[in-house]
């Protein structure tokens, strides 16, 4: 079912002649009127096509990110392990020196 718009050019020619415009200027600018509301104005399906391609496009870049959280989760995991073993190392060392220093 596509979505029509009406646009009355009997009414607007009549309203343009009442104006002073002549028929055929007034016919000739109902029909660039017509031209651009079907050239212009987007259909159901033009905005479905849209929906549905920007969908798959956040789709992606909801994956993308995922991953990446991943691998910053991973070299967060890491750098906490290493900082860990070199603290655990350190007290270690602090322990076992301090009685010799006495």
Do not use: C
């Amino acid at each position: 079912m596509g979505a029509e718009i009406s646009f009355d050019t009997h009414r607007f020619v009549k309203n343009l002649t009442a104006a002073g415009f002549t028929e055929t200027q007034a016919e000739t600018l109902a029909n660039e009127q017509i031209r651009l509301i079907e050239g212009n104005l987007a259909t159901k399906a033009d905005v479905a096509a849209i929906k549905s391609d920007l969908e798959v496009q956040i789709r992606k870049v909801k994956s993308d990110l995922e991953v990446q959280i991943q691998s910053v989760k991973s070299d967060l995991m890491k750098w906490m392990v290493g900082a860990m073993t070199a603290q655990t190392g350190l007290l270690v060392g602090l322990i076992l020196g301090l009685p010799r220093l006495f």
